[in-house]
Every structure is written in C-alpha cells, then in structure tokens.
C-alpha cells in the first residue's frame, strides 16, 4: 500500500476529528503500512503543533512498550501528547504517580494497593450494586417510560458515587470531581471550558471554602492549564480541607490511607504527590469509567441483539463488559518518551524521541482480534489494553469493571429497552473517547 503522507496523518492528533467520528479506517491503513510510523506535529487552529513523535499502531508492540518501562518513560515528558507548557509544569506532573516510572510509581502504588485488590472490590459490591438500583430508581421514578440524557442521568453519577465511598468523600460534594474532570480532559472542548455542574448551595462548608480559589476563564472563556499547579488551585485547596477533616475522623478509605504515609515519621509521601495522588483518582478515576459507560450503551443501542441476549443470559456480563471496553476504548492513547536509544517493531527509535501508544489501534489490531470491529460479547480470549498493560496497568481496573457490571446488570433487569432520541455528541480531544451527550427514550420492563 501507498505509505499516507504527513497531511493525512494529521487524523491521529486534531482533536476536532474525534468530536465527529473515529478514523477506524485510517487506523487501519496505519497498522497495515506498520507497527510504528513517524508523525509530524503540524501547527492546527486546534492544536499547537510539536516536535513530533512515534505512534504506535499494534497490540504486540504497544504491549511491549509498556512493560518496558525503564526504556519508554512515563516520567520524562510526561503521559500526554501535548508538552508541559513549561519546565515548572512538567516538574509537578511528574510528582503524580501517572508520570513516573519505577522505583518512585512502584513506592505509591503498594501505598494503594490494598484498597483495589480483589477482595477489597469483593466488600465494596454491595455499595456498588445500591448505587446502581439507586441511579435508576431516580431516572424511573416509578414511571414506565421516559426520556433521559443515559450520559447525564446515568453513566456520571456511578463512578462519582464509587469515588465518595472510596475516598471518604462527602456524597453531596461529588459533582466537584465531575467539573474537575471537565476541566481536564475537556481542555480541548470548548463547552468544558467554563462549565460546572456543581450547585454550590448544596455543597458542604469544604466545598464552598475551595471554590473560592476556582480559577477564572479569560476573555477567550479559556482556564489555565489543567496540568499546571495554579490550574487546578480549587482541587487542591479541597484535598487539603477533606484531609483536614480525615485525620479528626479517620477511616478506611484511600484518604486515611494517603494521610498515614504523610504523618507517619520519615513521611513516605510528600504533599505535592499527595496533592497529585487526589488529582489523579478525582479525575482520571471518574472520568475514563464515565465514558466507558455511555460507550457501552451505544454499543448496545448498536448491537440490539446483545442487548437482549444479556437479558436472557445475565451470566454473559463479565465477557460483555470486556468487550464494551475494548470496542470502545474511553483513553484512546498514552505518550512515552524513549530514554535511551531503542528499536521498537524493526524501527529505530532516538533517546528523547516522543512514542504515541495507541490503545484504540492496538484494541482493534486484526492480528490479535478477530473482526475487531464487531461488538461479541462472547470473545474470549480478549486481551484489550484499555488499561494498560504491565507496572502502569490501571490501578482501578477491578473497580471500574464492577461498576460496569452492576450498572449494566441493573439497567438489564430494570428496562425492556432503550432507543436513542437524537444524535450523540462527542467530547473534542485526541485523548479521551468522551460522550458528551446521549439522549434515550426508555422503557421499563413489567
């Protein structure tokens, strides 16, 4: 096949292109030509442009890199396409367990790790399945038929319910992480600019103190760099009050968690990783599963067949959630930077250079998935990458996928159908596969 010119690559990185549809296509055409193709960052209206970077477009090769962590570094550049703004900004992210490599991410993670381990998810399945059947009982509220945005009045609330619990988190306060999290992944839409779904009135005195330090948009209705430190000052602020109020009433929730290794004498955890820690979990925790729900709707809505042999077959959840999250692939990509000159699929790669992994190419590699573009929630084996492969493999995988299958388990048992009312919207980013909207017509099962 005729290699595509850097023009035509410029699909992998404007984010306006992922607003309107996924270029499965081209994607192909990428794997086809090779495992790692060189990518020009030009200068778009949308996007700033850079130095350039490898994308990797296979399963076997974006798994190899992420189990090499030592060669591909989350750490020296960060985990996102877009460069820090400035040394300061790459500094600080790089205190968040997201942009580090072993020994550093290894030491946070064993802090965590026995709040996600499978037996802890096991205690928490009760909390998870009354989330659920309360969700619906609101969207219903005893009708047998409505109308409902699945996005708004479904899929946000699960993860920001399970985040609460898990951090100790006031409920009533958790609408904050749904504005943060629009904050950071939707830094590229402009609707998420300066939007908040939190009513201030119904938050608790934490809340109202934080967003006093809420930064403000300027005249081009732009906030700060999400990424930078005075980007998120109202985020920040709230962990601190939140942590305030843990070490008077502690617990066993992540937060008491985190606070232990920060008071204990020799303090294993500084408080700029600790600030990090709670960015991390009140975004990326929220918002990856809060589009994977929606994804695994459309994908229903998509497949109706699916949908009714769930009904008929519940034991077919675990497989079908797997399937919605490799089918829909919510975080389509990861950056590394490589620290020393490597090969990587027979091509050579430079110290410094910037390597794209490709999670929703690799999820779709015919050399590993038969007919990827088939929704089957009967694939076995599935081995997506959705998240993640090796020492960064998502921490909060095992929480997610029981909030997927409680969620979708509920929806199964509670409605006979839904259909859609009106075209989807889409979030504008080359990161996040993000639904915006999802407007429905339900009906409830007699």
């Keep these: 096949m005729t290699a595509m010119d850097q023009s035509q690559l410029e699909f992998i990185y404007d984010p306006l292109v992922y607003e309107q549809a996924i270029p499965f296509e081209s994607l192909a055409a990428l794997r086809a030509q090779g495992p790692v193709v060189w990518v020009e960052e030009h200068q778009l209206p949308q996007w700033p442009g850079g130095k350039g970077f490898w994308f990797v477009t296979r399963h076997a090769e974006v798994q190899q890199a992420l189990k090499s962590a030592k060669i591909f570094s989350s750490q020296v550049g960060g985990t996102q396409l877009r460069d820090p703004a400035t040394p300061d900004d790459l500094a600080y992210v790089q205190q968040m367990m997201l942009n580090m490599d072993p020994p550093d991410h290894t030491r946070l993670r064993r802090m965590l790790i026995n709040a996600f381990t499978s037996r802890a998810i096991r205690q928490l399945e009760d909390r998870i399945r009354q989330h659920a059947a309360d969700i619906v009982d609101r969207v219903t509220a005893g009708a047998q038929s409505g109308e409902c945005d699945f996005v708004k009045d479904i899929a946000a609330d699960m993860p920001l319910l399970c985040l609460a619990d898990i951090f100790g988190l006031p409920s009533e306060d958790r609408y904050l992480m749904f504005d943060w999290a629009n904050r950071v992944i939707g830094y590229q839409d402009p609707e998420y600019a300066g939007s908040s779904r939190f009513d201030v009135a119904r938050g608790t005195p934490m809340a109202r103190e934080a967003l006093k330090l809420r930064p403000v948009a300027d005249a081009n209705g732009k906030l700060p760099d999400p990424r930078s430190r005075h980007g998120m000052d109202d985020l920040y602020r709230y962990a601190h009050l939140l942590a305030e109020y843990k070490r008077e009433h502690p617990g066993d929730d992540v937060m008491s968690i985190l606070l232990a290794q920060i008071d204990e004498e020799g303090g294993k955890l500084t408080i700029a990783e600790f600030e990090n820690m709670f960015w991390l979990f009140a975004v990326a925790g929220n918002e990856t599963l809060r589009n994977a729900i929606p994804g695994g709707m459309l994908a229903l809505l ?7 042999e769930l009904q008929e077959t519940p034991d077919l959840m675990p497989g ?17 930077t490589a620290a020393e000159d490597t090969t990587l699929g027979g091509v050579a790669i430079g110290a410094g250079d910037k390597v794209l992994l490709s999670f929703l190419s690799a999820n779709h590699d015919e050399r590993v998935f038969s007919a990827p573009s088939v929704f ?28 997927m299958r409680a969620l979708f388990t509920e929806l199964g048992r509670r409605f006979d159908r839904f259909e859609l009312t009106g075209t989807p919207t889409f979030l504008r980013s080359n990161f996040q596969r993000g639904v915006k909207t999802l407007p429905v017509r339900w009906q409830a099962r007699q």
């Design 302 to 308: 998509q497949h109706p067949a699916a949908w009714r």
């Design 376 to 403: 089957d929630i009967r694939r076995d084996p599935n081995p997506h990458l959705s998240f993640g492969h090796g020492p960064h493999f998502c921490i909060g995988g095992q929480l997610a996928v029981a909030q």
């Design 320 to 336: 079908a959630v797997e399937e919605m999250l490799r089918w829909w692939t919510p975080v389509m990509n990861f950056r590394r």
